[in-house]
């Protein structure tokens, strides 16, 4: 069965502290790798999908890149605003759905 | 992109009643789930809505208790019947945008319910 597993469940940084998070996954055939940004009582908001390993892509703070069995979102020199639960997923099964992993919580304090 | 909306926003309501959800896009999609955030956990997949069909629902979840419907490309419901507090979640619906073999999957902001 695919799985995701992300890693620290919890992280608090000192503003400019950069750090990674961690999302590894066992899936037969890679179709992407999704991550998301979500702030308490909100929907996830879309950042990136990967879907090679090598492949890395920017957003702001935040880098992301995938290797065949991991991928790590970076996040350098965060403010206080970058602070929410980060979502890595992967598509479930053959169709385009996504299996969620439980996330990381990310707090950054001035 | 697309800009989703869900209604209610927030809602509580009493044991053995229902509610309906619904999630407005404001553009066509083919492809429209429903997930489930239970508090404190992460998102778990409630059903695929299926225009103009009946919706693919996954393990645990069956269709009286969560009956779904996708009268067009743009708009579905999703209903949570005589509720138990167990029930109380976030409801999310989601849409999907591909091109070719890459593709974005965007969520709504979520329907809080609140089972008393």
């Known amino acids: 069965e695919d799985q995701v597993t992300q890693s620290p469940e919890a992280l608090r940084l000192q503003e400019g502290e950069s750090s990674s998070l961690n999302c590894s996954y066992t899936?037969?055939?890679?179709?992407?790798l999704f991550w998301y940004r979500q702030d308490p009582g909100k929907g996830p908001e879309f950042l990136f999908t990967?879907?090679?390993a090598g492949e890395e892509k920017e957003k702001e703070r935040l880098k992301a890149t995938l290797t065949k069995k991991e991928s790590f979102l970076h996040i350098t020199a965060p403010k206080p605003e970058d602070s929410a639960t980060y979502l890595c997923?992967?598509?479930?099964?053959?169709?385009?759905?996504?299996?969620f992993g439980k996330g990381t919580s990310l707090l950054v304090t001035p | 992109s697309a800009v989703i909306s869900q209604k209610p926003s927030r809602d509580i309501c009493q044991r053995g009643t229902s509610l309906t959800i619904q999630c407005q896009v404001d553009?066509?999609?083919?492809?429209m789930f429903w997930y489930r955030q239970q508090p404190g956990q992460s998102l778990t997949l409630i059903a695929t809505?299926?225009?103009?069909?009946?919706?693919?629902?996954e393990s645990g979840f069956v269709i009286d208790k969560f009956p779904i419907s996708r009268p067009n490309l743009t708009f579905s419901t999703l209903t949570v019947s005589n509720m138990s507090p167990e029930d109380s979640s976030i409801y999310l619906c989601?849409?999907?945008?591909?091109?070719?073999?890459?593709?974005?999957?965007?969520f709504g902001p979520g329907t809080r319910l609140t089972v008393t």
């Open positions: 989601s849409v999907v945008f591909s091109a070719g073999e890459s593709y974005e999957q965007y």
């Open positions: 997923a992967v598509p479930a099964n053959s169709g385009y759905a996504l299996n």
């Open positions: 990967l879907y090679s």
């Open positions: 553009s066509q999609v083919t492809m």
């Open positions: 809505a299926n225009q103009g069909s009946e919706a693919t629902y």
């Open positions: 899936v037969s055939g890679l179709r992407g």
